[in-house]
């Protein structure tokens, strides 16, 4: 909590947070929980628009307006273009400005009948007649004594007088050129006059709609007052140049337009639009963005296409937002996980936060591709965002390592511990958090004796009894499951016995795999004695894994001692079925073995250790003292009891160390005991540094308190081999021999009749030879 308010107070680029967690710590939950509240007292960040880019219509221009007015400009260039569609029509049909237009044409037709008056008499004195058809055409045609030749009358004439006529005809057309020209600019005088009459139209009309929404813009607006001005001056002066898109036309007109130029004309209104590209005019604060996809288009923003005529085009108003703009001024929440399963996601993102902006690109190609399609180029968006990343540890370290981009950009990490200590204060709060997740998921009433039980399976996770898990989705899903079989057994009040039936159910539906191993015990398939004793053998204990469930199980491990120099060998390593863990343990085995026993002599001796009935691999050193045990029960010839298990890592120096999976080991040897019978002389060996973590069933519990079963907490390999051989260990005395009658003296007289044995063998059979 610290690392997160840190975070929040430093604006510089590059402090980003990175929550590291187990999953199952309601990491998510937590962090929104936290951000929330924050994020509400935060100003709310402004709404970004795209606008097109009149001078560069490549490269749309982006607009940012306070929160809720990106909505009301858009909605104010709307109203203005429907403004402009209804009124532009209305002042074409008003009396004024038809008689102005008619005045043009009058105008125009003046001198176009002049000039045809004109053209039509040169035509007359050259002997030929001027037509003009319906489309403006000019057509000469000769005159014979004073009458227009048709065209077959024309072909019936002498070749010569035909060739006479075409040149005469040309010669004419060449001189009367200069009338032609004089009729062309008279269509383009009128032309211009028209275009100048409708744009002085739509100022007209400009000046009632547009200016009225610029002006209630730039004062809502004070901090974009120039760009907003710069804006609307250039839509102003488009609009008045692309007036023909809203003239309007007769029947006829209109369908030889909509044939040829409606899609231009549709083209230039798209112009006038606005693309609201985050819109946080419903946002109260700061904006907190979960994405749960973070693809490139998501994450970073895209730019669509349409197919239009076969062809894929875009525009401005095709631009989308990712979660990345979506977020700025805020929080962005993502899962590490999810994230880099889009390496293009990963990597936008780093380039994003290292250069301060967000640039939309096409992801569809790469950036050193040879051939790119033509596109549009958005402005980029400033930054500022605080980017959350939520993963487990490991993924923390290997970015860490491996991209030294990492580490500049999220130098804040946030660790969420698994485990609080269990006291007074730990317990309150954590039933606070039991009552939020009552209210949230609205359960029955849970008493006291449910509660207490909660607080029990707290450190039941957590396998320590000073210590409470901070797993709150697996409590969550306890107590879910325990509403269930209330509401099945009609009660309304949940107690610790309907939480202890759900959590019954809840390992009867995961323990198949070990009720196969227990039925394997029961039919001796796989040997495990509970009572009696034997030479070099021992049970131990083991935590198996399947899925999400974890059970204890019992092994018997046996040791061989003989005479030799290949010392004690690991008949799992050999194997390759040991991990370097348990290699190492051995290794310290024969260490323990050569400090107290090898002061003075060698140890000349050959054993072997391992794991029968064990056919997957081995790792791990919690089976180290019972291997030690064993190895000694082998060397003094004195066998051990089969109605103990033992577990415990030792040391070179002979202490007995604590190990994980306690509570489950127990409760494994107990079960196999229980279904062979209970003699009330069986137990569990285990380190003394353990015992703050057992967290054992009732069953359990109820049968170490009437004393048919028993916990035996050790500090030293001594004491271990006391309980499981009945012999006292011993002592190494100042000459270098051990106690008298105790089991290390066995141990030591045995190895130095092994040593002598290996020195003497061979040479007392020569002895016996014959000789040649």
């Known amino acids: 909590m610290q690392a997160l308010e840190l975070a929040l107070h430093i604006n510089a680029q590059g402090y980003n947070i990175y929550l590291s967690g187990e999953a199952n710590l309601g990491r998510s939950h937590m962090l929104l929980n936290y951000l929330r509240p924050k994020a509400q007292r935060i100003s709310t960040p402004d709404d970004i628009v795209y606008v097109h880019n009149f001078a560069d219509p490549d490269h749309p221009r982006l607009l940012s307006l306070p929160a809720g007015m990106g909505k009301k400009l858009k909605q104010y260039l709307h109203n203005v273009l429907q403004h402009i569609r209804r009124e532009f029509p209305r002042r074409f049909e008003a009396d004024a400005f038809m008689k102005r237009r008619a005045k043009l044409v009058g105008k125009f037709q003046s001198v176009r009948l002049r000039l045809l008056n004109k053209m039509n008499s040169v035509a007359v004195d050259k002997g030929f007649s001027l037509d003009m058809d319906e489309n403006g055409a000019l057509t000469l045609y000769p005159l014979q004594e004073g009458k227009r030749l048709s065209e077959e009358e024309f072909d019936r004439?002498?070749?010569?007088?035909?060739?006479?006529?075409?040149?005469?005809?040309?010669?004419?057309?060449?001189?009367?050129?200069?009338?032609?020209?004089?009729?062309?600019?008279?269509?383009?005088t009128l032309q211009n006059e028209q275009r100048g009459l409708e744009r002085e139209t739509m100022g007209q009309i400009l000046e009632a709609a547009l200016d009225n929404a610029m002006h209630r813009m730039l004062k809502a607006c004070p901090n974009a007052a120039l760009e907003l001005s710069n804006y609307f001056r250039e839509l102003r002066e488009d609009i008045i140049k692309n007036t023909d898109a809203f003239v309007p036309y007769d029947a006829a007109t209109a369908a030889s337009i909509n044939e040829q130029c409606a899609g231009q004309s549709e083209d230039v209104l798209s112009h006038y639009e606005v693309n609201l590209f985050v819109d946080n005019s419903e946002l109260q604060g700061a904006p907190l963005v979960v994405e749960d996809n973070p693809t490139a288009a998501n994450l970073l923003g895209c730019v669509e296409r349409e197919s239009e005529m076969g062809a894929l085009v875009t525009d401005f108003t095709l631009i989308r937002a990712g979660s990345l703009h979506k977020a700025n001024g805020g929080f962005l929440v993502l899962h590490i996980d999810d994230l880099l399963q889009h390496p293009n996601a990963w990597e936008g993102l780093l380039r994003a936060l290292r250069s301060n902006q967000a640039r939309i690109e096409d992801h569809g190609e790469g950036s050193d591709a040879a051939i790119r399609t033509k596109g549009i180029v958005p402005a980029p968006l400033p930054l500022q965002v605080k980017v959350v990343l939520i993963g487990n540890d490991e993924i923390y370290e290997t970015l860490l390592a491996n991209d030294d981009r990492f580490s500049k950009l999220f130098r804040i990490k946030a660790h969420m511990a698994d485990t609080t200590k269990r006291d007074a204060a730990s317990v309150r709060a954590y039933l606070g958090h039991i009552a939020v997740i009552i209210q949230e998921t609205k359960l029955p009433a849970f008493d006291r004796t449910a509660l207490a039980w909660l607080v029990d399976l707290g450190s039941h996770l957590c396998e320590d009894q000073r210590r409470l898990s901070l797993c709150f989705p697996l409590l969550r899903e306890m107590m879910i499951e325990a509403a269930a079989l209330a509401r099945m057994q009609n009660k309304e009040t949940i107690d610790a016995s309907i939480l202890e039936d759900a959590y019954a159910a809840r390992t009867y539906r995961a323990n198949l795999v070990e009720e196969l191993y227990m039925e394997e015990y029961d039919r001796q398939m796989?040997?495990?004695?509970?009572?009696?004793?034997?030479?070099?053998?021992?049970?131990?204990?083991?935590?198996?894994?399947?899925?999400?469930?974890?059970?204890?199980?019992?092994?018997?491990?046996?040791?061989?001692?003989?005479?030799?120099?290949?010392?004690?060998?690991?008949?799992?390593?050999?194997?390759?079925?040991?991990?370097?863990?348990?290699t190492k343990a051995m290794m310290i085995l024969?260490?323990?073995?050569?400090?107290?026993?090898?002061?003075?002599?060698?140890?000349?001796?050959?054993?072997?250790?391992?794991?029968?009935?064990?056919?997957?691999?081995?790792?791990?050193?919690?089976?180290?003292?019972?291997?030690?045990?064993?190895?000694?029960?082998?060397?003094?010839?004195?066998?051990?009891?089969?109605?103990?298990?033992?577990?415990?890592?030792?040391?070179?120096?002979?202490?007995?160390?604590?190990?994980?999976?306690?509570?489950?080991?127990?409760?494994?040897?107990?079960?196999?005991?229980?279904?062979?019978?209970?003699?009330?002389?069986?137990?569990?060996?285990?380190?003394?540094?353990?015992?703050?973590?057992?967290?054992?069933?009732?069953?359990?519990?109820?049968?170490?308190?009437?004393?048919?079963?028993?916990?035996?907490?050790?500090?030293?390999i001594e004491e271990a081999l006391t309980l499981l051989t009945g012999y006292a260990s011993g002592r190494r005395l100042k000459d270098g021999s051990f106690t008298k009658n105790s089991l290390y003296e066995r141990v030591n007289r045995r190895l130095e009749m092994l040593g002598n044995y290996a020195q003497n063998a061979f040479r007392l059979t020569r002895k016996r030879l014959p000789k040649s």
Do not use: W
């Open 526 to 582: 796989i040997k495990i004695q509970t009572s009696g004793a034997a030479i070099g053998q021992v049970n131990g204990l083991s935590v198996t894994e399947h899925g999400d469930f974890a059970f204890g199980l019992p092994h018997r491990i046996s040791c061989t001692v003989g005479v030799g120099q290949e010392g004690i060998i690991d008949l799992e390593r050999e194997a390759e079925l040991g991990g370097p863990i348990h």
């Open 157 to 188: 004439l002498d070749s010569g007088v035909r060739l006479n006529l075409k040149r005469r005809g040309e010669t004419l057309v060449q001189s009367m050129s200069g009338f032609m020209q004089q009729l062309n600019k008279a269509e383009e």
């Open 590 to 716: 024969k260490s323990y073995l050569t400090d107290l026993f090898a002061r003075k002599k060698p140890l000349m001796l050959s054993g072997s250790l391992h794991f029968e009935q064990s056919y997957a691999g081995i790792e791990g050193d919690s089976a180290s003292g019972a291997e030690l045990a064993a190895l000694l029960s082998a060397l003094a010839d004195v066998p051990l009891r089969l109605d103990l298990a033992f577990t415990g890592a030792v040391s070179q120096t002979g202490q007995i160390m604590a190990v994980g999976g306690v509570t489950r080991k127990i409760e494994g040897f107990y079960k196999v005991c229980a279904r062979q019978g209970l003699t009330g002389t069986q137990g569990v060996i285990i380190p003394y540094d353990n015992v703050d973590h057992l967290m054992l069933a009732p069953d359990v519990l109820d049968a170490v308190d009437a004393e048919r079963f028993f916990v035996y907490p050790v500090r030293r």
